[in-house]
């Protein structure tokens, strides 16, 4: 019997997004959705546990197109997520820029929607930071070449490439993830003299963030609602909390005191850390446009949306030993 579920092709489907929206789909097997996730190498563990649990696992990269519209055949939707930090060899950093990289395969993959004849994409994105920049009177240093947030800035740009083609899109704005207190050197530390310190450049503004899992899962609540978001910007998390509260949570999970000290983002700068510049800016982006920032993530709709949304004290409770504290 011919199956009648309408397919999703997922891009980026064994990284943090992409798989999210992958288990998201297989957990509802009595769903309208069928998955094909897509991957550059349909042999790596993480694609053969994918067809193990039931995907349909393909072949496609980005900067091929042709793949895509491979992959993309006969699909009803699709999730399109490019990955700014991916790792590239020295010839490719020569070659293009990582905004450049985000702008070509966006490209690529909005005109492979349109040839495919693509129903819905949800297009994972971020602001343009620089008119919000603007509007607030800030000037930050420019980073490659016109940027402010490259990682930022770049998606946001990408846009107009699936409006101007007409491809039905959702554009979905994700946050900065929890998992970035185990992967990125964003939680706490222990000083010199033995405190557990959370230290960030957001004086006492709110951050929105969420559980890169739920990323996915909602992703899968805007497919389910049809075409109600066609055309529109959904932009999602799970807190917003400021610096204070961070550390309170920390602190009741993590049965240890943990002091919330703000830097600005000046001296963020100052740190001469690599790629430093980005992330500062980034930073003053949260934290300077913090009430549009927060104010547009409607946490309410995203729990509509993915009624199994997580709490920062839920992630935490299952992730506490997995935090990096000395």
Excluded: C
């Amino acid at each position: 019997m011919t199956s009648t579920k309408k397919i999703i092709a997922v891009v980026g489907a064994t990284g943090a997004q992409g798989g999210g929206l992958v288990r998201a789909i297989l957990a509802d097997p009595d769903g309208p959705f069928a998955v094909r996730a897509l991957t550059r190498n349909a042999e790596s563990d993480k694609a053969r546990e994918l067809a193990a649990q039931g995907a349909e696992v393909v072949s496609a990269d980005l900067d091929d197109e042709n793949s895509l519209r491979r992959a993309f055949d006969g699909a009803y939707g699709a999730y399109v997520v490019t990955n700014f930090w991916v790792q590239r060899s020295p010839e490719e950093e020569m070659a293009r820029t990582r905004a450049e990289m985000e702008l070509a395969q966006a490209a690529a993959a909005a005109r492979a929607a349109k040839d495919a004849g693509l129903q819905h994409v949800v297009w994972s994105t971020l602001e343009d930071t620089r008119p919000h920049f603007d509007r607030l009177g800030i000037d930050v240093p420019t980073v490659m070449g016109t940027y402010k947030v490259p990682h930022f800035d770049a998606k946001g740009e990408a846009n107009a490439f699936f409006t101007e083609l007409g491809v039905p899109t959702t554009f979905l704005q994700p946050t900065f993830y929890f998992e970035a207190f185990i992967t990125g050197g964003q939680g706490p530390y222990r000083n010199e003299r033995g405190e557990l310190v959370l230290t960030m450049p957001m004086a006492d503004n709110k951050l929105a963030l969420i559980a890169a899992e739920d990323i996915g899962k909602t992703a899968l609540g805007i497919f389910r609602r049809g075409r109600e978001f066609v055309g529109k910007t959904v932009s999602i998390a799970g807190e917003h909390l400021t610096g204070e509260e961070l550390a309170a949570k920390f602190t009741s999970v993590l049965g240890e005191k943990v002091v919330y000290r703000p830097v600005t983002h000046d001296e963020m700068r100052a740190s001469g850390q690599p790629g430093v510049l980005e992330f500062a800016n980034m930073y003053q982006f949260y934290s300077d446009a913090s009430e549009y920032f927060t104010g547009v993530r409607d946490i309410a709709l995203v729990r509509q949306l993915n009624p199994d949304l997580r709490s920062l004290d839920s992630w935490l409770k299952e992730h506490k030993h997995d935090i990096p504290r000395d």
